[in-house]
């Protein structure tokens, strides 16, 4: 089998962008799995309802995505004591394919784990994330083994690390503080970069658990596990400080004179109704590992108000696999022309972006005044500068306005600019990837009726910024067009 590292040298080596013509999506449903004590679950029965406005792709099993494709949620490896597990039958209607599923499943005494397959799937909206229906070892297309990482070790939940009961957080870069950064070597994980982290849900009591990395940035939705049963996860998370919005928020902060800029090194959150969590594990990520950058507005950034604010790149990493990390330097009130002089935000990433990273660039609500030309040569600017650092740039539409209308009475500035269509005319001209969000997220909308889209909108008011469940959704679009797109490498990493 080949090694993680080994598959990451052969990526880097053929970094590519594969650039079919957009495809309609399906809807991805929310994976899950359910053990009772003292006997590994058997596979449930996979079902997909029909997505709400968005049509399916036609797949081998009926209309929807293809057979074998992750359904949605974030998918765990499962434990529990005794009993054996067998995969379980699914079947689809219109929706998303044939063959999803929940977390693989294993005996937690037995280190040769025998693994198997599980979960029930319902799909009725695209949704983030994936489980996974392969016999063991999990792995991604490309043959990347997804059950590594970290060893999880119980001595990382100790007192000295993590404080509460509900909820418990954690902090990897307790012995640092102040405004300056934290030294590499001062805490177990306190210096800024990339960390791979697994940990384990569940234990003797039974729980339901969330989990936040850093600033409000949600890796796992809430998770049920019965009493004897642990689900372990694995991820890579970009840990920075300040947290957050790299400009807006600590301007602000500095101005209040109550600075929140996170906690210094990796800190992970883990909430929910009862959360029960045994073990965490955490080590640097391999210097190999891809980064996706994400440069855009407020509709995009680490909402600190999270989860009544949220934007999409908040979300992003509930949607990858171990190998994956998401720096989001997204900053609220940015616009095209700013983002890319201020020297915390663009130029910031290209100091630190390497050969087969990634970069999404969405700008558009706040360039209301931009002319044609001017937007034009700033999205030419993004995509070539990206290529220069041989990086791999995908461009995207900006999210609709819930009040906005029809995908084609979007965004089209005082100054005559049509943003959606640049944006789309850029990347057809540069030969790089584009998601259309502004014409998917449009005409979800629509099918929500009058008042519908206030469930997925900050406060129910705000017509331009979603909360969470709303960046779930666009996340959900995105994820589905990095499989339409076969975005690489991002495509072999998702869940």
């Given at each position: 089998m080949?090694?993680?590292n ?6 880097l ?12 999506v399906a809807a ?5 799995t ?6 590994e ?13 968005v049509a399916?792709?036609t797949?081998s099993?009926?209309?929807g ?15 529990s ?7 379980g039958?699914?079947s689809?209607?219109s ?7 929940g ?9 040769d784990?025998?693994?198997?397959v ?27 083994d ?14 000295k690390?993590?404080?509460g ?8 870069g307790?012995?640092?503080?102040g ?8 805490s177990?994980?306190g210096?800024?970069?990339?960390y ?6 569940g ?5 339901k658990t ?5 600033m ?5 939705p ?16 970009n ?21 929140q ?6 800190d ?9 969590i045994?073990s ?21 950034c680490?909402?600190y108000g ?6 999409y790149?908040?979300?992003l990493p ?9 720096a ?7 616009s ?6 201020n020297?915390a935000?663009?130029?910031?990433i ?21 002319s044609?030309a ?9 995509v070539?500068?990206a290529k220069?650092?041989?990086?791999i740039p995908?461009?995207?539409t ?9 995908a ?5 500035s ?19 990837p ?7 997220t ?15 909108h ?8 979603t909360?969470?469940?709303g960046?779930a959704?666009?996340v ?10 076969n975005?690489k490498?991002?495509?072999d990493?998702?869940?």
């Open positions: 080949e090694t993680r080994r598959v990451r040298a052969r990526r080596a053929g970094v590519g962008v594969s650039l079919p013509g957009l495809l309609a991805i449903g929310c994976s899950s359910s053990s009772p004590t003292g006997n679950p058997s596979g449930g029965a996979s079902q997909s309802g029909s997505s709400s406005g399916g792709a797949g099993s009926g209309a995505q293809s057979n074998g494709s992750s359904g949605g949620g974030v998918s765990p490896v499962t434990s004591s005794g009993g054996t597990n067998s995969g039958s699914s689809s209607s929706g998303a394919g044939n063959g999803s599923g977390g693989a499943v294993f005996d937690a005494a037995n280190t784990d025998n693994l198997g599980g979960g029930i799937t319902d799909a009725t909206a695209p949704v983030v994330g994936g489980g996974n229906t392969d016999a063991a070892p999990i792995l991604t297309p490309s043959g990347t997804l059950t590594g990482g970290p060893m999880p070790d119980p001595a990382n939940i100790s007192s690390y993590c404080t009961t509900s909820p418990i957080h954690c902090f990897f307790v012995q640092c503080s405004m300056t950064a934290c030294a590499a070597g001062t177990p994980a210096a800024v970069g990339n791979d982290v697994t940990f384990e849900l234990g003797a009591t039974a729980g969330s989990v936040e990395a850093e409000h940035r949600p890796i796992v809430e998770e049920d596990t019965a009493a004897g049963q642990t689900k372990r996860y694995a991820f890579s998370i840990v920075r400080w300040p947290e957050g919005e790299p400009q807006e928020d600590f301007q602000h902060n500095l101005a209040a004179g109550s600075p800029f996170g906690q210094q090194g990796l992970l959150l883990f909430n929910g109704p009862s959360p029960v045994t965490i594990g955490f080590a640097p990520a391999a210097e190999s590992d891809v980064v996706l950058y994400v440069a855009g507005d407020s509709t995009v680490d909402q999270y989860p009544n604010f949220a934007g790149g908040q979300v509930q949607i990858f696999h171990l190998g994956v990390s998401v989001n330097y997204s900053d609220s009130g940015e095209s022309a700013s983002f890319i002089g020297q935000l663009w130029p910031a290209m100091k630190v972006v390497k050969a087969g990273d990634v970069i999404f660039i969405e700008f558009g609500h706040n360039d209301k005044t931009i044609p001017a937007f034009h040569t700033n999205m030419t600017n993004y070539t500068q220069a650092k041989n990086a995908v461009l995207l900006p999210i609709a306005r819930a009040n906005g209308g029809a084609a009475q979007q965004f089209m005082s100054g005559g600019a049509d943003i959606p269509t640049i944006t789309k005319t850029v990347a057809m001209e540069q030969n790089v584009v998601i259309d969000l502004t014409t998917l449009a005409n979800w909308l629509q099918t929500l009726g009058p008042n519908g889209w206030q469930a997925y900050a406060g129910g008011t705000d017509a331009t910024h909360n969470a469940a960046a959704i666009n959900g679009f995105i994820r589905e067009q990095i499989q339409a797109l975005i490498p991002l495509v990493y998702l869940r």
